[in-house]
Each structure stands twice: as structure tokens, then as C-alpha cells.
């Protein structure tokens, strides 16, 4: 059974930083993708960053509205992710969530199979 759970959101002021913790059970793949999401109440659910892995290769791909600003990494043996949030906004205010499955061909767009409980990142000014 795949299990993922994040931690360190909380609240920060705009220009902050943060670091998202996703840490990943039960996913046995020689291939990886993990990723965070993140929504605001009653909007729709939006990708931020994914790390893709394989033998031999790996690839991120990010938000617009994050690029330059987020970064995403990958422990070894590909358990962990963690995704640096610098300069933050208050924009990106939000419940952040962590997601997994076998690849993520399509990236972001990807239809991923597990997803954490989500934590609540704060920005304000």
C-alpha cells in the first residue's frame, strides 16, 4: 500500500521561504514520479512541480508561476521529494499536496494514482 505524507507548511511572510517535506512508502518502482499540487478552497486543483525519474534519467517539470522561485528534488532510492519554495507570494496561499505513481509521461498533466493529505502552506504580507 502506497502511503505519502507531507510536512513543513505553516505560515510565512511574502518574500519567505519554506520547504515541503513528501515522504513516500510502498512505492517500489525502478521508475518514479513525484509531485506537488496544490488548490485554494473552491478552486480547481493546480500543478506546481514533478520530479520524474528512471534508470539512467530523471526530468522536473514546474508551473509558470512558479519557475525560478520552487525548486524540486529527489532523495535516493526516490522515497522522498521535497519541493524549496522561495520568494514566496500570497498567491501561493494554499493546501499543498503530494502526489505519486509508477511515471508521469504527460507531467503536471499526468493523472496521478496517490496523493497525500495535503498541507497548508500561509503567505501574507
Known amino acids: 500500500r502506497v502511503q505519502l505524507v507531507e510536512s513543513g507548511g505553516g505560515s510565512e511572510q511574502v518574500g519567505g521561504s519554506l520547504r515541503l517535506t513528501c515522504i513516500g512508502s510502498?512505492?517500489?518502482?525502478?521508475?518514479?514520479?513525484m509531485a506537488w499540487f496544490r488548490q485554494v478552497s473552491g478552486q480547481e486543483r493546480e500543478g506546481v512541480a514533478a520530479?520524474?525519474?528512471?534508470?539512467?534519467?530523471?526530468?522536473?517539470f514546474y508551473a509558470d508561476s512558479v519557475k525560478g522561485r520552487f525548486t524540486i528534488s529527489q532523495d535516493k532510492p526516490n522515497t522522498t521529494v521535497f519541493l524549496q519554495m522561495n520568494d514566496l507570494q500570497v498567491e501561493d496561499t494554499a493546501t499543498y499536496y503530494c502526489?505519486?505513481?509508477?511515471?508521469?509521461?504527460?507531467?503536471?498533466?499526468?493523472?496521478?494514482?496517490?496523493w497525500g493529505q495535503g498541507i497548508l502552506v500561509t503567505v501574507s504580507s
Open positions: 502526489a505519486a505513481d509508477r511515471a508521469c509521461p504527460y507531467g503536471l498533466a499526468y493523472q496521478f494514482e496517490y
Open positions: 510502498g512505492l517500489k518502482y525502478s521508475t518514479s514520479c
Open positions: 520530479f520524474y525519474s528512471w534508470p539512467g534519467g530523471e526530468s522536473t
